[in-house]
């Protein structure tokens, strides 16, 4: 996938395909003008590669004058189509092909419809490379059709998302994957956070951590961090209640996320019943819940190793490592039950090199 902007887009059609529905276009056009002087009209901007390549593949004599128009800001037409340079007038008489990159709802045909309307001309068709017929009003008759494609926003080869990709070889498709909430189980030395950053980079998801969560609030002195500072210092539990409020909190400040990654959270049977419920309320829900897991004996090497380069004590003290690791199988065993009756819990090999790992989580995840 490329990242255009704050969109991902995945790849579509290869620079072969499109090069040979370019040619199959100039040879069908051939045929009909072969015996005269055609001009063709290239719709500016997105269609300056459709006319260069198409331009090589025409065998016989030809003009090319070229019209600048817009309907397009952003993802979606703005329904409102500007001339931005109009065609010479030098055209009566001769037949004029417009060669358009896209054509979609029809507004920008209409235009160019009533444009060559007030010119004298002798003949005129439409050429399309790309065609959304399943959305195109139908008011007027799309003479040569390239490739017929569904309703997706796409980019490359001219076109656009906010000016980026028109550069592209190739045509690449919006991603418009449903949104991907994933929690993510781990023994200390799983290797966790460091596949958290990949799957956060490869599928857009926001990496919500609740040690972190509860570090930021703290240090920043909000309500929610002084309340859990409050119940730290008595020596008593946060109330899942509090957690939860800062998950929702870290949820709302991210609207464009295409996914979130719950990390340290949910450690009980409660606070997944609270997740989930919390999770409705925006229509949304856990997808999968994946556990990276690995033998004992390697993990606490790993520890050990980590605890001389990080200094922290707990990652020096074997009999601490494995009472960490005895806490964490009491209290996620429950969680497996529950999130295996929803069909959602999956086994990943966590050892190994960190892309063959990254490539085992991105199986799961991409079969959801």
Not at 3 to 16: A, M, Q, R, V, W
Not at 18 to 40: G, H, N, Q, R, T
Not at 116 to 142: C, D, H, M, Q, R
Not at 294 to 323: C, P, T, W, Y
């Amino acid at each position: 996938m490329i990242k255009l902007h704050d969109k991902y887009f995945k790849p579509y059609l290869s620079e072969t395909e499109i090069l040979s529905a370019v040619k199959d276009l100039a040879d069908k056009i051939a045929i009909d003008y072969k015996d005269e002087v055609p001009i063709f009209v290239g719709v500016l901007n997105g269609a300056f590669m459709f006319v260069s390549d198409f331009l090589k593949s025409y065998p016989h004599p030809c003009e090319v004058s070229f019209v600048k128009m817009s309907s397009y800001g952003g993802l979606t037409s703005t329904g409102i189509v500007e001339t931005l340079l109009d065609v010479s007038e030098d055209i009566e008489d001769r037949s004029v092909i417009v060669l358009e990159d896209i054509i979609d709802t029809g507004r920008t045909l209409q235009e160019l419809i009533h444009m060559f309307s007030n010119i004298n001309v002798k003949e005129f068709k439409i050429a399309s490379l790309f065609y959304k017929s399943e959305i195109y009003n139908g008011e007027y008759t799309i003479d040569y059709v390239g490739i017929e494609i569904p309703n997706k926003f796409i980019v490359g080869y001219g076109l656009d998302y906010n000016e980026l990709g028109r550069n592209l070889k190739e045509v690449y498709q919006l991603n418009q994957k449903h949104m991907i909430n994933l929690v993510l189980f781990g023994k200390p030395g799983a290797g966790k956070g460091t596949q958290a950053q990949f799957l956060k980079d490869q599928y857009n998801l926001e990496h919500i951590s609740t040690g972190d969560l509860f570090r930021f609030n703290m240090k920043n002195d909000t309500d929610l961090g002084k309340l859990a500072k409050s119940y730290i210092d008595n020596g008593d539990l946060v109330p899942d209640e509090v957690t939860i409020k800062m998950l929702e909190d870290a949820v709302d400040k991210n609207p464009d996320a295409s996914g979130f990654i719950f990390d340290g959270f949910p450690r009980t049977t409660a606070q997944a019943e609270a997740l989930d419920k919390f999770l409705a309320t925006k229509n949304m829900k856990i997808d999968a819940t994946i556990a990276l897991e690995a033998d004992d004996e390697i993990l606490i090497q790993r520890l050990l190793e980590r605890g001389k380069v990080s200094g922290r004590s707990d990652d020096q003290d074997e009999d601490k490592i494995r009472n960490r690791f005895d806490e964490y199988n009491q209290k996620t065993a429950p969680l497996k039950d529950f999130y295996e009756a929803q069909g959602k819990f999956h086994r990943v090999n966590g050892i190994g090199a960190i892309d063959e790992i990254t490539m085992r989580l991105g199986k799961v995840i991409e079969e959801l």
